[in-house]
């Protein structure tokens, strides 16, 4: 059956990244890979075309499709809209919210060509490989009530960090299964000793365990975990917490293997529909410069394959063939260094497509 | 008018750490700073004694100290205490909270001596001096409503993220007038794209802004900000952040210095009464060995001069009698390197006290 793909561009680099990725996809589509892939609009772009960051046509195609690639969404162009719901923002998380895309998958790698980039030491982060497993639809990123409100003759904000048992045992079941399949230690970040919210959190994990005999288990408070993150971060294996705690250690745990440009992420439903995209942003500033690293975005095509499209030989032929160009010394300007070769994004498509 | 302090040793390496702070604060009084010093107990140490992290009694003595000193508290000893009320660290919450300690300033400052200590390239990290200045009596620590509850069939965890515009205007107050004194920048950091209590946050520190026009106020996303604390760290002096954010970040930042053993904070109500601690935890396991780092608390000590006791010139000879053992080459264990003698806790304090 002829799978769908959905590819959205979004805003910034976006188009540029994902243009590079979309001939990856049809030279897997040449290699008999059966998908059949589609456009929609997301962000802020889909903001100055129809007035809103979710149109419900683009809502619709993402329901249907197996996969989407998204490039990234927001600038500061967006950042002056006074509705918060209008927002570039709030048209990716609608997206998640309306998948179920529960699962987010951002694992911070670095990669071997690239350990000098990195501002730790390079025998800190040499080999790094850490999967951090980030709840995507809970949390206080949904929690109600929220909002702005008089109180007292002042205004006050006010969000809600909220989770279920069930919230919790859906993605802890995830990186128990994540942390079996590579070295079965999972490290679950909470503020258990400030926040009853996270006393859940922990007590349900620790519930789960014994379902996992093999996976040995642990727990960290979250800022003591930024700093392990920073101190010693090959300590970690799978890491798995919620929404908020999540976006900010995946975040620092991506810029710490100096491979920002590289990584790509995967969120995902009950049913393995997923949505793919790089860890960096938009990157506003070089946008329509040609000068942007499509790598991390062809690589979010390789997860795809090998999560959404079952297609693990495929996804493979990808990394290693980001894996040869990277050896070949071909690099975009963010990761230049001395003796490689700055190119652009269009040239390192290019490179990647022949080595694939 | 003889000023009253409050020694509160704590838990873990907090009776070692404490007992050379408190030798140079008698060796200030001796050089005749006016003070009368006390102990309390507070934490894990209050709990085993009275069955609470905080008595009575040591919140009276708190609240008529004009400065607190306080090693650190919290232990795997009381982790399993069931109920999250008696635990060491709401002790030390309750204490932030009574006393009305909002601002809290946590340096993250790379001594000289040290830079070749921190996980980062030294050339990022060296000179760094960043100062956080994180909001400590209100947002998700104290917001109400707040607990664990059954709703439709399941439990179900929630805790309120909260700002009042008051609030936000007194910590951004803080921050502003600590720009002045600093290089005039200030960074505030929120998740204003997610979280409404963020957006009012953001508002406020723009309406403060006009009052203080010789700072430049800029605004940073929290994941963008853990990204860049990690990548260029240099590019921070004054940032300004709510309660969970500045845990997370200040935690972060003191650890990239590679100076985390060194680094003190306050915490000050607006009658400048002030608590003042190490920025590192009470390391329960090295606890009793004798082989702590005195140094953040030796250093607290010249913070409580400096902001609560109007006593600067003391401040700085503490500051300078540390520089000097620095350059001596003593070190404690935990900063040791090639080339550096490793002294004991007890060692370090005599050294400090004889440059002092
Ligand atoms: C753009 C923003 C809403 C988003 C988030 O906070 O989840 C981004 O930072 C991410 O991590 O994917
Ligand atoms: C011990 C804990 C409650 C405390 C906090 O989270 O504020 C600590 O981490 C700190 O930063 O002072």
């Known amino acids: 059956m002829t799978q769908k793909i959905l590819v959205l561009p979004g805003d910034g680099i976006g188009p540029e990244i994902t243009a590079q990725a979309s001939r990856i996809l049809a030279a897997c589509q040449a290699r008999g890979l059966d998908v059949e892939v589609f456009e929609g609009l997301l962000g802020g772009a889909a903001y100055d075309a129809h007035g809103e960051p979710l149109p419900a046509e683009t809502l619709e195609k993402a329901k249907a499709a197996r996969g989407i690639l998204l490039g990234a969404v927001g600038g500061p162009k967006w950042d002056k809209i006074e509705d918060l719901a209008k927002r570039p923002e709030k048209g990716l998380l609608g997206v998640r919210k309306q998948l179920g895309l529960f699962g987010n998958l951002r694992p911070a790698i670095t990669y071997p060509q690239l350990a000098s980039a990195s501002s730790l030491k390079p025998e800190l982060v040499a080999g790094l490989d850490i999967m951090i497993v980030r709840e995507l639809t809970g949390g206080i990123y949904f929690g109600q009530p929220r909002g702005i409100e008089e109180r007292d003759g002042e205004r006050v904000g006010f969000n809600t960090y909220v989770y279920s048992e069930s919230e919790i045992e859906r993605i802890g079941r995830v990186a128990f299964e994540m942390a079996q399949k590579r070295s079965k230690k999972l490290c679950s970040v909470d503020k258990a000793n400030v926040l009853e919210v996270t006393i859940l959190w922990r007590e349900v994990m620790e519930r789960l365990a014994p379902e996992y005999p093999d996976v040995e288990l642990s727990h960290m408070y979250v800022d003591n975990a930024a700093m392990q993150l920073v101190r ?12 908020m705690f999540g976006d900010i250690l995946s975040d620092a745990a991506a810029m710490l293997t100096g491979s920002i440009g590289m990584l790509p992420s995967a969120s995902l439903n009950e049913s393995g529909q997923g949505m793919y995209e790089p860890c960096h942003g938009s990157a506003p500033d070089i946008a329509g410069q040609g000068i942007a690293n499509p790598l991390a975005t062809i690589l979010s095509v390789a997860m795809m394959l090998r999560y959404s499209l079952d297609a693990p030989a495929m996804a493979k032929r990808i990394e290693d063939a980001v894996g040869k160009v990277l050896d070949d010394g071909l690099r975009t300007a963010d990761i230049a260094a001395e003796g490689t070769r700055t190119v652009s994004t269009a040239e ?6 022949a080595a694939f």
Do not use: R, S, Y
């Open 348 to 353: 390192m498509g290019d490179a990647v497509l």
């Open 232 to 243: 010693a971060p090959k300590q970690f294996d799978v890491v798995v917490t919620g929404n």
